[in-house]
């Protein structure tokens, strides 16, 4: 595959991927999941890799989730080149490949970004990086893996308060939750990150593989509610309140999505004339 938003590099036995699309502040569309799911799997296929690094380009952002403006444009993310929406099955291969996954956090973690550094194996991130969910400013939402796991990894509490008040935490508070691993200086940030790799790559890796199905095995039912989910948001985002959402990210405004509030049980959503 020819990529576009993304690269990809192995060396001393780690395979680095890199999110390419800077001046998107390493957002996601249709093609960059298409690439980062080919990444992945090469990295599995190859026998060169033995410890992989996600990571993004800049010191900006690591990733912010969905392409927002893509959204306005064209309705959609955009798909793949085979016409699907593949993200689910890029959340499966960074839990299934039999290799460690590191997320190097080099700046704003946030929405579908935040689910990626969250289903990693290790984050280690930059002094200035910022974490947190987006989904229901504008709109949307992950109540798969970027809910159920994310409560495994920081207790219920920690998980509500951080989809449901959508702040940004630093992180040296993600330290101390537990959502991340180890926090370093940006300028230290890869070197860190590759040296963590480099215990890795001196192990059995058989041994690895098995721990690695191991610690998945606990969580592996959140795959069916991360299905269902991905299909409830799929006709979510062409209602009229996640076009709101939308809409007012771009033109970079408050939504407001007053009018649609859940009324009683007897008459469902109300919508204020």
């Keep these: 595959m020819d990529y576009t938003d993304v690269k990809y590099e192995v060396s001393e036995g780690i395979a680095t991927i890199t999110i390419d699309r800077e001046d998107r502040f390493n957002c996601f569309r249709g093609r960059t999941i298409e690439e980062l799911l080919h990444a992945f799997k090469r990295a599995w296929a190859d026998k060169g890799a033995a410890v992989v690094i996600l ?6 952002s690591f990733c912010v989730g969905g392409d927002q403006k893509e959204m306005k444009e064209k309705g959609t993310y955009g798909a793949s080149e085979n ?9 499966n291969v960074i839990r299934d490949i039999p290799k460690p996954v590191i997320a190097a956090v ?13 289903i990693c194996d290790i984050t280690i991130a930059a002094e200035h990086a910022k974490f947190g969910q987006a989904g229901p400013k504008v709109g949307s939402f992950d109540a798969g893996w970027g809910t159920a796991y994310l409560a495994r990894t920081v ?7 951080i989809w449901f008040f959508c702040q940004q935490y630093t992180a040296q508070q993600a330290l101390n939750w537990g959502l991340v691993n180890k926090v370093v200086p940006a300028d230290k940030l890869q070197e860190e990150a590759r040296a963590m790799a480099q215990h890795a790559v001196a192990l059995s890796p058989g041994a690895l593989r098995f721990l690695k199905h191991s610690f998945n095995a606990d969580s592996a039912a959140i795959f069916g509610q ?3 989910a991905g299909d409830g948001l799929a006709m979510f985002v062409k209602s009229e309140e996640a076009r709101e959402g939308n809409t007012a990210f771009n033109e970079k405004r408050a939504p407001d999505f007053s ?3 859940v009324g009683s049980a007897m008459t469902g959503i109300v919508k204020r004339k």
């Design 155 to 161: 207790g219920e509490k920690r998980a509500r308060e």
């Design 106 to 118: 080099n700046g704003y973690c946030i929405g579908g970004g935040h689910v990626l550094h969250v």
């Design 259 to 261: 009018a649609y509030r």
């Design 83 to 91: 016409g699907l929406w593949e993200i689910d099955d890029l959340h």
């Design 55 to 60: 990571t993004a380009a800049g010191q900006k």
């Design 226 to 228: 991360a299905k269902m």
